[in-house]
């Protein structure tokens, strides 16, 4: 519905309570229309922002208080060790490499320079910026909690605590905005569905093998996605702030 169809619905239904608020219904009109990103799109994804918030806090506080979460960490992760194979352990250690430093220094990069020849440069800063911002907010949760990886399991050694995953949210924020720019843009594509499968592929596989290697917990990984999620949102909101002001 549009901003002047929702004003009317809410004068129509409201009664005379909604005529004494005329900012308030005008305010909840725009927030709930679907004629502009700054309406209902813009409410929902702020909505989910926030939901993303209050989770990652409440796994942040389970985790410091060892709450039951902590039992099925390990549970979770001793069941994927007694499983484990020479062959998955492989393809996985391949895989993880997606949400490595390097790799996804290489993918920004090579994004930019596609983003450059599309004439998208505020892409461009977004990207990197979502990814600063990103790799900022890990370290600083890495540094608050302190939480020691399971190195009894590893499969392979690694450095530095293990609440939240980096891997994991970067590897959120980096394939879903990739992603949703490839989806948004969609008009060139022949099969856009399957790109955002592959992502969402990717994210999947990523925070998987971060814990079947026994580098991470599910609980580091959930929390790298819900970290991960809140800068994603915050790039599509700019992109979409952006689209509306070129």
């Excluded at 209902?40 to 410091?64: C, Y």
């Excluded at 902590?70 to 992760?77: R, Y």
């Excluded at 461009?124 to 939480?147: D, N």
């Excluded at 999947?204 to 079947?212: C, K, M, Q």
Aim: hydrophobic share 45%; net charge positive.
């Amino acid at each position: 519905m549009t901003t002047r169809q929702l004003r009317q619905y809410l004068y129509r239904h409201g009664g005379s309570r909604a005529s004494d608020y005329p900012k308030l219904v005008e305010w909840v009109a725009r927030r709930l229309s679907t004629d502009h990103f700054q309406g209902l799109p813009l409410t929902v994804l702020m909505g989910l922002l926030v939901g993303n918030v209050l989770v990652l806090s409440e796994i942040a506080e389970n985790l410091v208080k060892s709450e039951p979460m902590v039992k099925i960490d390990a549970l979770f992760t001793q069941g994927l060790v007694r499983n484990r194979t020479p062959l998955i352990s492989h393809i996985l250690y391949a895989l993880t490499w997606l949400g490595s430093f390097y790799m996804t220094i290489g993918l920004t990069l090579a994004g930019s320079f596609f983003l450059y020849r599309q004439q998208k440069k505020r892409n461009i800063i977004i990207l990197w910026v979502m990814l600063a911002g990103v790799g900022t907010t890990v370290q600083l949760g890495k540094r608050t909690f302190s939480r020691a990886r399971p190195q009894q399991v590893a499969y392979y050694p690694e450095t530095g605590y293990s609440f939240p995953s980096g891997h994991s949210a970067t590897a959120m924020t980096l394939y879903g905005l990739l992603g949703y720019w490839l989806v948004r843009g969609r008009h060139r594509l022949h099969h856009p569905v399957r790109i955002g499968v592959l992502a969402a592929i990717l994210i999947l596989a990523v925070g998987f093998s971060r814990i079947y290697l026994g580098v991470h917990f599910l609980s580091d990984v959930l929390g790298g996605y819900l970290l991960g999620a809140c800068w994603l949102l915050v790039g599509i909101v700019l992109s979409e702030w952006q689209r509306q002001h070129t």
